[in-house]
């Protein structure tokens, strides 16, 4: 019976700590003028660094790299 609460426990706290990974996505960002610009998102999924990247430049156009 310990042994069984032991795994649960081990595979809860390994699911929870790499369930929560976040990954670090480079947002390049072109303004009207021609100017770069590069970002560090952090996301877990490369839609949420999408998202999070878009919205880094309201006047300019940014996607991952």
Known sequence: MRNKIL????????????GSC???YNCECTDHQGKV???TIH???KGQADNKC??????ENCEIK
Do not use: M, N, R, Y
């Open 43 to 45: 996301a877990k999924t």
């Open 7 to 18: 795994v649960a426990v081990l595979a809860l706290s390994a699911s929870t700590i790499f």
């Open 22 to 24: 976040t990954k670090f």
């Open 37 to 39: 610009s590069q970002h």
């Open 54 to 59: 878009d919205d880094q430049g309201e006047l």
